[in-house]
């Protein structure tokens, strides 16, 4: 045996004494009271040891001794870092605008026009450094974003998550379509989005202090509809070669899964499994149309899909059926699909797909005798949201984020129940769910105290 408490002393970094709140498996909520997370090099998570253990007080005396003991206070809770499946980095200044149009007429009108605007790096830059720090702020830790069709203002995307901390996962978007995609903003051809995305690839893998993977890049056709059939056959190839995550969106509305129906002759998923793109690494973003046999697929593959209930509010035409996909064992995480959603919160989208789920249990038509309106079955509860939002996002990512448990990631967030601005109150009677249900339905962004990535600090509320 090796001399254990030396050897864990020797790569420890620091250790965080702190009730802590995870949910290790889908519904199922664990508390932690005062319990001593040690963390490793590269912000691993070596140790979690419960306060009723002998080790965790000799533990902590040693860390606070060396100065590496971080102690949370009394009305502060640890939890894992959120988890955004699905973000837009270059729509970030549209967020709340224009969100009565269709999907197809948002995209022509506004977003094609705005995210063309990264041609300009500066102008990329101007946008991807507060989206970044406003994503951290929100408790985001991980982030799977889409960039633009433009390489150096991706690129530059990169450089600020790694520079300020953030997990990322991040693809310089493809799309080539002549019909469907306009002459400012397109791809002039396959092999060129297949050339750009190579060159992002090889990018992001060599950037310097990017040793450990906390960038990493992603295979991104938009859509199918704003894809060529030659585009997909080349970046599904380009996946397995690469051996890449892949994201895209997927049946996301009526037009959207219709079109794709029609093209294609099949569903979405289908046409994405036969050109390779649906692997144990592909995020779909929405999936609100997804049929029975659709579900097999994406469970066959291992895929994951970004729920995005606010987003879906909008743009969806449906709500999405979370509890359906769960029991089916699809990994589903949340995503805020900014800016089709109009929050930057993963804790927002949470609370949203609670909602969500309740309003497709019960019915919306109040004209409908009540058997007719409802899909029983269908709700999910506060743990559930949670675990969505945390490790159900490291799961759909193939990633070790989202639970408080060795080999790990040190990925989280303090909330703290007595900042005098926030909407939290905490009281000694409450148990570990009703502290979740608080947390969940009601923290804001300045209830986030502190944030870590990969055992760093990256953001620090004010006080
Ligand atoms: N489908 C293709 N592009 C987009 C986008 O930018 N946002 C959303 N919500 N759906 C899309
Ligand atoms: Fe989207």
């Not at 144990?280 to 593959?301: E, M, S, W, Y």
């Not at 269908?378 to 448990?405: C, E, K, Q, Y």
Request: with cysteine; charged share 20%.
């Amino acid at each position: 045996m090796p001399p254990r408490g030396r050897w864990r002393c020797a790569l420890a970094d620091r250790a965080f004494l702190a009730t802590a709140l995870h949910a290790p498996q889908c519904g199922r909520l664990e508390a932690l009271p005062d319990a001593l997370i040690v963390v490793g090099e590269g912000g691993v998570i070596e140790a979690v040891h419960r306060r009723e253990s002998p080790l965790a007080a000799r533990e902590a005396q040693r860390f606070a001794e060396m100065n590496s003991l971080v102690r949370l206070r009394p009305h502060q809770v640890l939890l894992p870092g959120m988890v955004d499946l699905h973000v837009h980095a270059p729509q970030w200044p549209q967020l709340g605008k224009a969100l009565d149009l269709p999907l197809e007429e948002w995209l022509q009108q506004y977003t094609f026009p705005l995210e063309a605007r990264c041609a300009d790096v500066a102008y990329a830059q101007s946008i991807y450094e507060p989206l970044v720090d406003g994503l951290l702020a929100n408790g985001t830790t991980t982030a799977l974003y889409f960039g633009t069709i433009h390489l150096p203002a991706t690129q530059r995307l990169a450089d600020i998550c790694l520079r300020r901390g953030q997990r990322a996962l991040i693809g310089r978007v493809a799309m080539d379509d002549i019909d469907q995609c306009p002459s400012y903003y397109r791809d002039p051809s396959a092999a060129h989005a297949e050339a750009q995305t190579r060159a992002f690839i090889e990018y992001v893998r060599s950037l310097s202090g990017n040793g450990a993977g906390l960038v990493l890049p992603v295979v991104t056709p938009r859509f199918i509809p704003s894809c060529s059939d030659e585009l997909l056959r080349r970046l599904g190839a380009l996946a397995a070669e690469a051996d890449c995550h892949v994201q895209t969106h997927c049946s996301e509305s009526d037009w959207e899964h219709g079109y794709v129906q029609r093209r294609c002759g099949v569903s979405d998923t289908a046409a994405l499994e036969g050109y390779g793109l649906l692997t144990r690494r592909t995020v779909l973003a929405h999936g609100n149309f997804v049929a029975d046999d659709d579900v097999g697929r994406i469970v066959a593959a291992g895929a994951g899909i970004a729920h995005c209930p606010l987003s879906n509010v909008y743009f969806s035409d449906a709500v999405f059926p979370l509890r359906r996909m769960l029991d089916r064992g699809v990994h589903v995480g949340l995503g805020t699909d900014i800016a089709g959603g109009a929050s930057p919160s993963i804790l927002d989208n949470a609370r949203h797909a609670v909602i969500a789920s309740r309003l497709l249990e019960s019915g919306v038509d109040p004209d409908l005798p009540r058997q007719a309106r409802r899909r029983a079955g269908s709700r999910i509860d506060a743990p559930v949201a949670f675990w969505l939002a945390t490790a159900g996002g490291g799961v759909a990512l193939d990633l070790p984020v989202g639970v408080f448990a060795a080999g790990y990631q040190f990925d989280a967030i303090v909330i703290d129940g007595a900042v005098p601005n926030g909407n939290l109150r905490f009281d000694p009677r409450d148990t570990a769910e009703e502290m979740l249900q608080k947390i969940l339905y009601g923290a804001c962004r300045t209830n986030i105290r502190e944030v870590w990535v990969s055992g760093r600090m990256v953001h620090a509320g004010v006080t």
